[in-house]
């Protein structure tokens, strides 16, 4: 059975250690700098959502109506202008209950859709647990036991105690709920078998970041590890992984779940 961990950072924490990584990896500069505007927005998405507490059947409309529109300001402001084209265009196709519906139910959506819908859902969803647990539950260790999202990314961390292997957690791309996972396991197939379980490292640019790879199902999870990096956000480093992001797809491995930035 997973254990459930607390949520341990805020976005005002996440938006600091975007500007953090940023500044040490030059290559993350631009998206970083979306993910930092868009983690203010969220944050003051999340402090109203807590303040009105939406039930899960009006879920969809609130999103639209109170949500939203803080994100489209943040990208008009740090987005690239090809990013704020479509995200203009697709307000103005307007049926945009619909775009979050669709990805709160994990139905295939355009890219543009995916950003908006869990930019404007995610915040609304970590603030209230309860709607989040309303929402269909996938029942399996490697879904989130709260709202039965996929993971984003893995994060081992630190027993505290001699002699004791730390956990190692897995963080919904939908909620930002922790839960404990197996350490060598597939978070995608349930693969076991050591010869199937690929590690991909850059020890010397990216220390605390890798890839765990299965060879069986060609799926991949970016994991952190917080023992080397005690300043780690899990969520923002895993999108500084985008070398390590590079190197699995030219090995055709495909992500679990695309980070909010899209990599």
């Known amino acids: 059975m997973s254990a459930v961990a607390e949520r341990v950072t805020t976005y005002a924490e996440r938006g600091k250690r975007a500007a ?9 500069r631009e998206p970083l700098a979306l993910y930092a505007a868009v983690a203010e927005a969220q944050g003051w998405v999340c402090e109203r959502a807590r303040a009105d507490r939406p ?3 009006d879920l969809a409309a609130y999103i639209v109506r109170a949500a939203l529109p803080d994100v489209m300001s943040a990208v008009m402001t740090a987005g690239t202008e090809t990013l704020r084209e479509a995200v203009l265009l697709r307000f103005h196709e307007g049926d945009l209950e619909r775009m979050v519906t669709s990805w709160l139910r994990g139905e295939a959506q355009d890219g543009t859709d995916v950003f908006l819908a869990r930019a404007a859902t ?49 963080v919904c791309a939908r909620c930002a709920n922790e839960w404990v996972y197996p350490r060598m396991t597939c978070v995608a197939c349930g693969e076991t078998e050591s010869s199937k ?37 899990p969520v923002v480093d895993e999108i500084a992984a985008i070398p390590l992001d590079i190197a699995a797809a030219e090995r055709g491995f495909t992500k679990v779940t695309p980070n909010l930035m899209g990599f």
Do not use: M
């Not at 953090?20 to 993350?28: K, Q």
């Not at 220390?207 to 990096?229: F, G, M």
């Open 20 to 28: 953090e990584l940023a500044e040490r990896y030059g290559f993350t």
């Open 55 to 57: 039930n899960v059947d």
């Open 122 to 170: 995610a915040p609304v969803l970590e603030a209230l647990p309860d709607v989040a647990r309303a929402l269909p539950i996938a029942g399996e260790e490697r879904f989130c036991p709260a709202c039965g999202g996929s993971p984003q990314v893995s994060v081992f961390v630190d027993s505290g105690e001699a002699l004791v292997t730390g956990q190692r957690r897995l």
């Open 197 to 233: 379980l690929v590690v991909l490292a850059d020890p010397q640019q990216l220390p605390h970041l890798r890839v765990d790879a299965c060879e069986r199902c060609k799926r991949y999870i970016v994991s952190v590890d917080a023992r080397l990096e005690g300043n780690a956000v």
